[in-house]
């Protein structure tokens, strides 16, 4: 499985490779790990953009699922080659940038979706099987915090 996870709510600024989460920001990539948590999401290897809003939102993400963030230039915020930069890693969440996830989400399911910023999608064998906003994600989050 392959999710792309957008980095969340980041300030505005220059340089923009600095520009750190919001609190919004910071809480939309908390809920995105704990949804995943919440609904049982194995993920072998965490990829991320090296733009500090991308590296935030993945190690939040990843905290309660127990996985290490990998710094990838590849998810600067160009094209990438999906399929080559997860080779070998099993099922993987990869955290990056707009319009560059947008595209790979067509390319690899054809779907005429667009990754808002927090949201989450899932890729099974050229198939789109989710795609999550963080208001959804929140919810699944919320759920799983009442039920402890």
Do not use: N
């Not at 710094?71 to 930069?85: T, V």
């Not at 990056?96 to 927090?118: C, E, I, N, V, Y």
């Amino acid at each position: 499985m392959l999710w792309l996870l957008r980095h969340a709510e980041a300030a505005d600024g220059i340089p923009d490779d600095e520009r750190p989460l919001t609190e919004r920001g910071i809480r939309q990539a908390q809920d995105a790990g704990s949804a995943l948590e919440a609904l049982g999401v194995g993920i072998d290897a965490c990829l991320a953009s090296p733009k500090l809003r991308a590296r935030q939102t993945a190690e939040l993400a990843c905290a309660p699922l127990g996985v290490e963030v990998t710094i990838d230039k590849r998810l600067s915020g160009e094209p990438f080659d999906a399929y080559d930069l997860v080779a070998g890693l099993g099922d993987v969440l990869l955290v990056g940038h707009d319009p560059s996830f947008t595209l790979t989400l067509h390319q690899l399911t054809g779907a005429q979706a667009r990754m808002k910023k927090g949201g989450l999608a899932a890729i099974a064998k050229g198939e789109l099987v989710t795609l999550l906003r963080p208001v959804e994600l929140a919810a699944i989050a919320g759920q799983r915090a009442a039920a402890r």
